[in-house]
């Protein structure tokens, strides 16, 4: 099973190794919510693995299939991993049940609503205490709050205390420092940059001043430049 796949092809080719060499079979790709660097990875995935079946939900689909038309791959992701994107994207089949099973485990499709986009999950392995957040959680890594206003970051909010009611012992976040433990801690965490962020765009006037603040709390998160894009999001019109 994997869920989410990286975006790049040669990122796509290792992970494809990795898995291969682990000596499992992978049967199920899911892609938690509908972003490109979630799911651009499948048709390379599958030249090592051609009867993996890739699922998704209905509404994650919908995304999904934005983010694969022509416009937003050339004006969006090809400025941004030029000539490192498989040419072939796949759009996954409907999870219809909302349950995978995998060696007689249940592992659950949970409807997180508007986290860094619309419609997003995350995938709950009740078993083993496991919640694999795609991008409702962040690891150390700046939030990508483009997509969202004051209104749909409560949403965010609500996703966050839903993760946190299934009581996990481990969250994977779909964006992580190399290296950090994929521990709950990180849904507070989520939350807190959620709510500094509120409170900095409300007391500063521009883009740039909302930049710098936010990097004065959180000096060392990874990808800033996704800050200056939620920065100048929140800001527009400013
Ligand atoms: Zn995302």
Known sequence: MLVDTAITVEQNQKLAEWIAA???NLTTIYATHGHGDHFFGVNTIRKGFPNAQFVATR????????????PVV??????RFPRQIDSTLVIADELKEGVIELEGEQLV???LGHTDTDSTTCLHVPSIGLVVAGDSAYNDVH?????????????????????ESLKPA?????????????????IEETRKYIRDFDRTAANTHTALELYHQMLVLYPDRVNPA???NSARAVKSGS
Request: avoid cysteine; glycine fraction near 8%.
């Open 22 to 24: 682990s000596g499992k």
């Open 59 to 70: 509404e994650v689909i919908a995304v999904m299939q934005k983010q694969a038309s022509a």
């Open 74 to 79: 050339s004006a969006y992701w090809k400025v």
């Open 109 to 111: 499709s949970v409807p």
């Open 143 to 163: 939030l990508h709050l483009g997509e969202s206003n004051a209104e749909t970051r409560k949403d965010w909010i609500a996703a966050l205390d839903t993760i």
């Open 170 to 186: 481990g969250v994977v976040a779909g964006h992580k420092r190399p290296g950090a433990a994929d521990t709950p801690n990180i």
């Open 226 to 228: 996704v800050l200056w």
